[in-house]
C-alpha cells in the first residue's frame, strides 16, 4: 500500500464516519387529492431543520412544477419517476431535461409501486433502471435509488434478502458515485402496512447491503454512500432506527403528510449529531 493510497483510505473511512450526513424523504406517492393542500403540505417540510439533515419530498407529476421552488430551508423539490429518453414523444413521460429547467437535481427512481407492486405491469426493472441513473447522473442530477424485497424473499431469510438486493444492485454497482446517488432500502411488505423492520433486521440488512457494495463497487463508496429506510417510519420509530449505525435516513410515505415528519427529521439529526 503506497502512503498516498493509505492517506486516501484512512481519509475515506474518516469521511465515511464523520460526515455520512443523515437524509430524510418524504414521498408524497398520488396525495394530495387537491392543490389547495399543497401549502399545508410544504409548511411540513418547510417547519424541517435542515441544518443537520438533507430533506428532499416527492410530490405527485401534476404538483411537481407548483412546488419546484416554495421551499425555504433547501428542501428538494425530487419528482417520484423520469424517463431515460429525454424530450419528445414519449407520452405520459417526464424528462429530466425538464426538470432542470424547473431549477431541480434530484430524482426519485426505482419505487416498488413503479417495479410491479402496484399491481397492473413492471414498468420499471434492473435494467431500465440502470440506463435511468447512467441518464440522470449524465445530465448532472443526483438521484435517489429505490431498492426492496418483497415478503415472499424476506420470510426465507437475510441470506435470501441480500441475494435479491445484489441481483437488484448489480447493474448499478458501477454508477454507484456517493455524491450523486442515495439509495433507499424500502422492503415492499412494510410498505403503507403499518409493520416497520426492526432496528435490528433493519440494521442487518443495511450492513449487508454495505458490505455487498463495498465488494462489489469499493470500500470507499460503501463507506460513503448514505442507505435509508422506507417503510412505514414514523415519529415513533425513528429515534430506535436511527439509533443503528448503517441507516442514514429515511424515505418517508405516510408519515410524510403529517406535521411529524420534522419529528424524523429531529430524530436522526439527533442520532447522528
Ligand atoms: P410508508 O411510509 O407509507 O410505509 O411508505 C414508504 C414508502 O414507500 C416511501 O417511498
Same mark, same amino acid.
Not at 412546488?67 to 431515460?84: E, I, L, R, V
Not at 418483497?150 to 435479491?164: H, N, T, Y
Not at 432500502?185 to 423492520?197: N, Q, R, S
Given at each position: 500500500?503506497?502512503?498516498?493510497?493509505?492517506?486516501?483510505?484512512?481519509?475515506?473511512?474518516?469521511?465515511?464516519?464523520?460526515?455520512?450526513?443523515?437524509?430524510?424523504?418524504?414521498?408524497?406517492?398520488?396525495?394530495?387529492?387537491?392543490?389547495?393542500?399543497?401549502?399545508?403540505?410544504?409548511?411540513?417540510?418547510?417547519?424541517?431543520?435542515?441544518?443537520?439533515?438533507?430533506?428532499?419530498?416527492?410530490?405527485?407529476?401534476?404538483?411537481?412544477?407548483?412546488?419546484?421552488?416554495?421551499?425555504?430551508?433547501?428542501?428538494?423539490?425530487? #419528482?417520484?419517476?423520469?424517463?431515460?429518453? =429525454?424530450?419528445? !414523444?414519449?407520452?405520459? *413521460? /417526464?424528462? %429530466?431535461?425538464?426538470?432542470?429547467?424547473?431549477?431541480?437535481?434530484?430524482?426519485?427512481?426505482?419505487?416498488?409501486?413503479?417495479?410491479?407492486?402496484?399491481?397492473?405491469?413492471?414498468?420499471?426493472?434492473?435494467?431500465?433502471?440502470?440506463?435511468?441513473?447512467?441518464?440522470?447522473?449524465?445530465?448532472?442530477?443526483?438521484?435517489?435509488?429505490?431498492?426492496?424485497? #418483497?415478503?415472499?424473499?424476506?420470510?426465507? =431469510?437475510?441470506? !435470501?434478502?441480500?441475494? *435479491? /438486493?445484489? %441481483?437488484?444492485?448489480?447493474?448499478?454497482?458501477?454508477?454507484?458515485?456517493?455524491?450523486?446517488?442515495?439509495?433507499?432500502?424500502?422492503?415492499?411488505?412494510?410498505?403503507?402496512?403499518?409493520?416497520?423492520?426492526?432496528?435490528?433486521?433493519?440494521?442487518?440488512?443495511?450492513?449487508?447491503?454495505?458490505?455487498?457494495?463495498?465488494?462489489?463497487?469499493?470500500?470507499?463508496?460503501?463507506?460513503?454512500?448514505?442507505?435509508?429506510?422506507?417503510?412505514?417510519?414514523?415519529?415513533?420509530?425513528?429515534?430506535?432506527?436511527?439509533?443503528?449505525?448503517?441507516?442514514?435516513?429515511?424515505?418517508?410515505?405516510?408519515?410524510?403528510?403529517?406535521?411529524?415528519?420534522?419529528?424524523?427529521?429531529?430524530?436522526?439529526?439527533?442520532?447522528?449529531?
Amino acid at each position: 500500500l503506497s502512503p498516498q493510497r493509505w492517506l486516501v483510505g484512512v481519509l475515506h473511512l474518516f469521511y465515511g464516519i464523520i460526515a455520512r450526513r443523515p437524509v430524510v424523504g418524504g414521498n408524497w406517492k398520488c396525495n394530495p387529492d387537491s392543490m389547495s393542500k399543497l401549502d399545508g403540505l410544504i409548511a411540513n417540510i418547510n417547519d424541517c431543520d435542515t441544518s443537520q439533515c438533507d430533506v428532499y419530498f416527492c410530490p405527485s407529476p401534476l404538483h411537481v412544477a407548483y412546488c419546484s421552488d416554495k421551499t425555504t430551508n433547501g428542501a428538494k423539490c425530487t #419528482p417520484q419517476n423520469c424517463n431515460f429518453t =429525454g424530450c419528445g !414523444a414519449y407520452t405520459g *413521460e /417526464m424528462a %429530466v431535461e425538464q426538470m432542470k429547467d424547473l431549477g431541480l437535481s434530484q430524482v426519485l427512481i426505482g419505487h416498488s409501486e413503479r417495479r410491479g407492486e402496484f399491481g397492473i405491469f413492471p414498468m420499471d426493472d434492473n435494467n431500465s433502471l440502470a440506463t435511468k441513473l447512467k441518464y440522470i447522473q449524465d445530465a448532472g442530477m443526483s438521484c435517489v435509488y429505490c431498492i426492496g424485497e #418483497p415478503l415472499s424473499i424476506r420470510e426465507k =431469510g437475510l441470506e !435470501a434478502v441480500l441475494a *435479491e /438486493m445484489h %441481483v437488484q444492485l448489480t447493474p448499478i454497482y458501477s454508477l454507484l458515485d456517493p455524491s450523486s446517488v442515495v439509495i433507499a432500502y424500502e422492503p415492499v411488505w412494510a410498505i403503507g402496512t403499518g409493520v416497520t423492520a426492526t432496528p435490528e433486521d433493519a440494521q442487518a440488512t443495511h450492513k449487508g447491503i454495505r458490505d455487498l457494495i463495498a465488494k462489489h463497487a469499493s470500500a470507499e463508496t460503501a463507506e460513503a454512500i448514505r442507505i435509508q429506510y422506507g417503510g412505514s417510519a414514523n415519529a415513533a420509530n425513528a429515534p430506535d432506527l436511527s439509533a443503528q449505525p448503517d441507516i442514514d435516513g429515511f424515505l418517508v410515505g405516510g408519515a410524510s403528510l403529517k406535521p411529524e415528519f420534522k419529528e424524523i427529521v429531529a430524530a436522526i439529526s439527533k442520532a447522528k449529531a
